[in-house]
Nanobody, 118 residues
Framework: QVQLVESGGGLVQPGGSLRLSCAASGFVIGWYNMNWYRQGPGKERELVASVGTDSRTTNYAEPMKGRCTISRNGHMVYLDMNNMKPEETDVYYC?????????????WGQGTQVTVSS
């Protein structure tokens, strides 16, 4: 059974830092690019950061560059964010993507709420 289980969400003050974690199971995570997305009420889901299967290739959404680090280690994926802003109050989702035998494979976690507020 494929699972992506996020944790680490909660309340953080503006300017504060937060680490989100994603525990993956039920599939060969090493074959998948791993991503963090976020979505707020009335907003489209947007990509925050990606890390490739080599664990070194990373990409970040422009607003997050310099304030965010994505990393992976074994079956875990992490998102470290700092200097957080109230407008980044969203549900954050862990995502796995790969093309296997010519077919797109995509898995999603259930999301973890992050609230940036004083």
């Amino acid at each position: 059974q494929v699972q992506l289980v996020e944790s680490g969400g909660g309340l953080v003050q503006p300017g504060g830092s937060l680490r989100l974690s994603c525990a993956a199971s039920g599939f060969v995570i090493g074959w998948y690019n791993m991503n963090w997305y976020r979505q707020g009420p009335g907003k489209e889901r947007e990509l925050v950061a990606s890390v490739g299967t080599d664990s070194r290739t990373t990409n970040y959404a422009e607003p997050m560059k310099g304030r965010c680090t994505i990393s992976r280690n074994g079956h875990m994926v992490y998102l470290d964010m700092n200097n957080m802003k109230p407008e980044e109050t969203d549900v954050y989702y862990c995502n796995a993507e790969a093309v296997i035998s010519g077919r797109q494979k995509t898995y999603w976690g259930q999301g973890t709420q992050v609230t940036v507020s004083s």
